[in-house]
């Protein structure tokens, strides 16, 4: 069981990038994905949520109305749209895999138990 997280890159305030994270060995249309973000000096952060049993998405305040998770069930593949970003979204981002059996809000670390291994967004002001 592997997540890859891929699609970082250096960008400038405002613009947009779609982070995608894959599975290979894992079906993530049956699990529950996480983003998180590790900015330099700081601890991981959660970002956003989708559930796998009722579809629902939920997003950090700090990404609220800019980003959006979505997924492409036929590419095995969810997506994180960031829109309008800031420099203070510069982070490493993960993605990650929760038993939706067991998860209950999706904002903790804890609750995953597959992690992709994180792809840098560096945001320029």
């Known amino acids: 069981v592997q997540l890859q997280a891929f699609g970082g890159g250096l960008v400038q305030a405002g613009e947009s990038l779609r982070l995608s994270c894959s599975g290979s060995?894992?079906?993530?249309?049956?699990?529950?994905i996480g983003w998180f973000r590790q900015a330099p000096g700081k601890e991981r952060e959660w970002v956003s949520y989708?559930?796998?049993?009722?579809?629902?998405?939920d997003y950090a305040d700090s990404v609220m109305g800019r980003f959006a998770i979505s997924e492409d069930v036929a590419e095995n593949t969810v997506y994180l749209q960031m829109n309008s970003l800031k420099p203070a979204d510069t982070a490493v981002y993960y993605c990650?895999?929760?038993?939706?059996?067991?998860?209950?809000?999706?904002?903790?670390?804890?609750?995953?138990?597959?992690w992709g291994q994180g792809t840098q967004v560096t945001v320029s002001s």
């Open positions: 989708r559930g796998s049993r009722d579809g629902t998405t």
């Open positions: 060995g894992l079906t993530l249309e049956g699990w529950g």
């Open positions: 990650a895999a929760a038993n939706p059996w067991t998860i209950v809000r999706g904002r903790q670390e804890h609750e995953y138990q597959s």
